[in-house]
């Protein structure tokens, strides 16, 4: 899930930043969606891997032009709605989460990168410096909240009240903690560094606020197949999951050039994964299922 620079996170208060407008709602009828040659890509906040990914595509002739939004919860609903034609921002158990929530259907098409969920401070060199009763900001949607939750566990900083794969800000148990948790935006976990003890920070937030990952006080792992429920994908909508230039561009994610562009930005720690539709559209609706029980 991708996000941008420090100097830049004031974009978050900007919704929806449109770089241009050129849905496939807007064609001709008769014509397929992308006849024209443009796709219109929505992510949080632009970055090197989207200039990339514009790069490329333009030299197979393919217009790509961006659209910025200032929060997750903006994307999904603008891909229903037809303001987008597909989306790069999100992974499987954050959409499988969504779909579940909202009823709505969107479909992944060509699976990118998982990158690792570590915790950070600004006071602290290692984990063992963490003191009772600090305060930890975690990510507030349910999907990162749980992974950040996991983490802290993993590390003997939070308890909960009963076993769980799935945890909440609920089930921790206060009494029986090391820490407090106190769910905040992905954002504002990097801008609330200095007012916490320490933050567990999206992996996409990193470069773009010149935070080093090997600073990381602990991470989850990733690449291994437990892990594929966090791979990142480009999604859209079932009607236009088999378009040939949504899929065109969604696959120059993994040419040369755009991974390296993604080395430098995740200073290396992200895993690209290229796995089967087949097996993503498995993973997800395993994970919706999951969710629910």
């Known amino acids: 899930m991708r996000a941008y620079r420090v100097s830049a996170l004031a974009l978050t208060s900007v919704l929806g930043l449109t770089l241009a407008a050129c849905g496939g709602s807007d064609n001709e009828e008769g014509q397929g ?9 929505g992510v949080i906040g632009s970055s090197p891997v989207d200039d990339a990914i514009v790069e490329a595509a333009a030299e197979e002739g393919i217009t790509v032009e961006l659209q910025e939004f200032g929060d997750y919860s903006q994307v999904n609903p603008a891909t229903v709605n037809g303001d987008i034609d597909m989306s790069r921002f999100q992974h499987i158990a954050y959409l499988a989460d969504y779909m579940n929530n909202s009823g709505e259907e969107i479909t992944p098409i060509v699976s990118t990168s998982i990158y690792p969920l570590g915790l950070y ?3 602290y060199d290692s984990l063992d410096q963490i003191q009772d009763g600090d305060e930890i900001a975690i990510p507030n949607d349910s999907i990162n909240q749980t992974r950040a939750l996991l983490l802290l566990k993993a590390n003997d900083l939070v308890e909960f009240t009963s076993e769980t794969t799935a945890p909440t800000e609920t089930d921790v148990d206060t009494e029986n903690s090391k820490v407090t948790v ?5 954002e504002q976990t990097v801008l609330s560094m200095d007012s916490v003890a320490a933050s567990v920070i999206n992996n996409d937030f990193l470069e773009r606020a010149d935070i080093d990952p090997e600073s990381a006080l602990a991470e989850d792992g990733v690449g291994e197949e437990s892990s594929y429920p966090y791979v990142n994908l480009f999604t859209t909508t079932p009607e236009n999951a088999d378009d040939e230039t949504l899929n065109k561009v969604a696959e120059l994610f993994h040419t040369q050039p755009v991974l390296d562009a993604e080395a430098e930005e995740s200073k290396g720690t992200a895993v690209s994964l290229d796995l089967p539709r087949e097996q993503l559209e498995q993973i997800l609706a395993d994970y919706q299922q999951d969710l629910q029980k």
């Not at 969606?33 to 890509?41: A, C, I, K, Q, R």
């Open 121 to 123: 401070s600004n006071q």
């Open 182 to 186: 106190t769910p905040v935006s992905a």
């Open 33 to 41: 969606p992308y006849d024209d040659g443009v796709v219109t890509l």
